[in-house]
């Protein structure tokens, strides 16, 4: 569509809702939303940018919209706001559908994998804007100090790609709706396991993904990720794509794109990316050992399209990262404790996100872990095992209900079911159904007289405010 119009968001509050909402609101459209709830940074993106919303599903406040936008929550059937819509004959699509037709150019760079997807979005899209392309984007998290899309009149846009559904109605993966030109690849590893109930079908979404792309468009996989290396194996096999079009990274020795000499402190991040006998030295701002990966895909995927090395480095070293990415939320002035939000809602991604808080922190370590829909399905319970290892005490919280199907005879693990399971490798993990009680056991726990301890949140919700009271009682305590 040429020119701005009125569009309406059912299920608005989600982070890539959200962004996409911003970003229409950017470039003239008027813009409005509903959810079932509202939780920073979203929310604050959002009355930042002036987009009215509302809690609730309420026909009565629409008003006269010429699109609706389904997203997140907002996506059933049963939804009065959807029915409303149907009935009056507004045109209706999915979240995904709108990514693919407002933001989507004729250069689309879509960012893929099991992790890693959301931080190289943004960041390649940064550095693209740094060098004057002025892309189109859409990256699932807020950015700090930027926003997490933007529609523009380049020809170019980078995307990320999600591997979950489109919606209730559509059980297809988002990112098929995006038409890449050229893929990042960052990691595959079977995840959302009610939606793929085998790896072998979750294999298989990248599969497709991956045919259905030009000869030549460019194809930046991490070659330490043996499920990534097996799938590119196959596709180079099938004869469908240009041999150039392949090109990797990672710590490997065989990586096209190598890292090495790697320091991580509290600072930040700082390596060498080697490339043809060349060595590029590389500083970052960022938080954990895992964004070198993220770092080096997006550097080869920049400088495979023509950007110069110096820029690339430079705008990286620009780059402030991401909320709820290793996100510090406070600091005491003393150093005794940090409190960090970042987004790890599977046993995997608290791992890693723990491991790289315990590189740069020395003492006690409480985390509060939720995880997502897919980390509570039963067949999932073994990806715990000592998932929480540099942790010292574990708080489990009463966990949202969104996204539950409670017509399935299998619901997803509870709280206390969770509990039972990690505590078969871990010592110290308690289940806390009550907020404000959570919140105090944590800051009891971390104010000891050991210094440099860390209250850090893993999961993809809001945590109903936790993370906030948490702030608020330790500034409270200075």
Same mark, same amino acid.
């Given at each position: 569509m040429n020119k701005p119009l009125k569009v309406h968001f059912t299920g608005i509050c989600g982070v890539g809702t959200g962004a996409l909402a911003v970003a229409l609101k950017k470039s003239g459209w008027t813009v409005t939303g509903s959810d079932k709830g509202f939780y920073p940074p979203v929310s604050t993106a959002l009355t930042e940018a002036g987009i009215p919303f509302y809690a609730g599903w309420h026909p009565e406040n629409i008003g006269e919209v010429d699109i609706a936008v389904a997203g997140g929550v907002g996506t059933s059937p049963s939804n009065p706001e959807i029915k409303y819509f149907r009935e009056k004959g507004i045109r209706l699509v999915s979240f995904?559908?709108?990514? +693919?037709?407002?933001?989507?150019?004729?250069?689309?760079?879509?960012?893929?994998?099991?992790?890693?997807?959301?931080?190289?979005?943004?960041?390649?899209?940064?550095?693209?804007?740094? =060098?004057? $392309?002025?892309?189109?984007?859409?990256?699932?998290?807020?950015?700090?100090?930027?926003?997490?899309?933007?529609?523009? @009149?380049?020809?170019?846009s980078i995307i990320e790609g999600d591997e979950y559904q489109v919606s209730i109605e559509e059980r297809r993966a988002k990112f098929f709706h995006y038409k890449p030109t050229d893929l990042l690849m960052t990691a595959i590893s079977w995840d959302h396991a009610d939606l793929y109930p085998t790896e072998a079908l979750y294999m298989d979404a990248f599969k497709k993904l991956l045919a259905n792309l030009p000869r030549k468009g460019k194809i930046i996989y991490c070659v330490d990720n043996t499920n990534l290396v097996s799938l590119i194996s196959e596709t180079q096999s099938d004869g469908a794509h240009d041999p150039d079009s392949f090109v990797s990274y990672g710590a490997s020795e065989n990586a096209d794109y190598r890292y090495e000499n790697v320091s991580h402190t509290k600072l930040g991040l700082s390596? %060498?990316?080697?490339?043809?006998?060349?060595?590029?030295? *590389?500083?970052?701002? $960022?938080?954990?050992?895992?964004?070198? &990966?993220?770092?080096? +895909?997006?550097? =080869?995927?920049?400088?495979?399209?023509?950007? =110069?090395?110096?820029?690339?480095?430079?705008?990286?070293? &620009?780059?402030? +990262?991401?909320?709820?990415?290793?996100?510090?939320?406070?600091?005491?002035?003393? +150093? !005794?404790?940090?409190?960090? %939000?970042? !987004?790890?809602?599977?046993?995997?991604?608290?791992?890693?996100?723990? &491991?790289?808080?315990?590189?740069?922190?020395?003492?006690?370590?409480? =985390?509060?872990?939720?995880? /997502?829909?897919?980390?509570?399905q039963r067949a999932s319970a073994y990806m715990y095992d000592n998932t929480f290892v540099d942790a010292n005490t574990i708080f489990i919280p009463r966990l949202t209900k969104l996204k539950i199907d409670e017509s399935l005879k299998e619901q997803p693990l509870e709280g206390e079911e969770l509990t039972a399971i990690i505590k078969k490798t871990h010592a110290s993990v308690e289940?806390?159904? /009550?907020? @404000?009680?959570?919140?105090?056991?944590?800051?009891?726990?971390?104010? %000891?007289?050991?210094? %440099?301890?860390?209250?850090?949140?893993?999961?993809?919700?809001?945590?109903?405010?936790? *993370?906030?009271e948490v702030v608020k009682k330790l500034a409270e305590k200075k």
């Open positions: 995904a559908e709108a990514v +693919g037709e407002f933001l989507v150019q004729k250069r689309s760079i879509v960012c893929v994998g099991t992790w890693g997807k959301t931080t190289s979005s943004s960041l390649l899209s940064f550095i693209f804007d740094k =060098a004057g $392309m002025n892309p189109s984007y859409f990256s699932g998290g807020v950015g700090i100090g930027r926003d997490a899309g933007a529609l523009t @009149d380049s020809e170019w390596f %060498d990316i080697v490339y043809r006998n060349k060595t590029y030295h *590389i500083k970052s701002p $960022m938080l954990g050992t895992y964004n070198i &990966e993220n770092i080096t +895909g997006c550097f =080869a995927m920049a400088r495979e399209q023509g950007i =110069a090395p110096s820029l690339i480095s430079d705008a990286i070293s &620009e780059f402030p +990262g991401l909320k709820r990415r290793l996100e510090r939320r406070f600091e005491s002035t003393d +150093g !005794h404790i940090t409190v960090i %939000d970042t !987004h790890a809602p599977t046993p995997e991604k608290a791992k890693s996100g723990l &491991e790289s808080v315990r590189e740069v922190y020395s003492g006690k370590i409480v =985390a509060i872990f939720e995880p /997502n829909i897919g980390g509570r289940y806390i159904d /009550n907020d @404000d009680e959570l919140v105090s056991a944590a800051i009891r726990y971390a104010s %000891d007289i050991t210094a %440099d301890n860390v209250i850090v949140f893993l999961g993809s919700h809001g945590f109903r405010g936790m *993370i906030e």
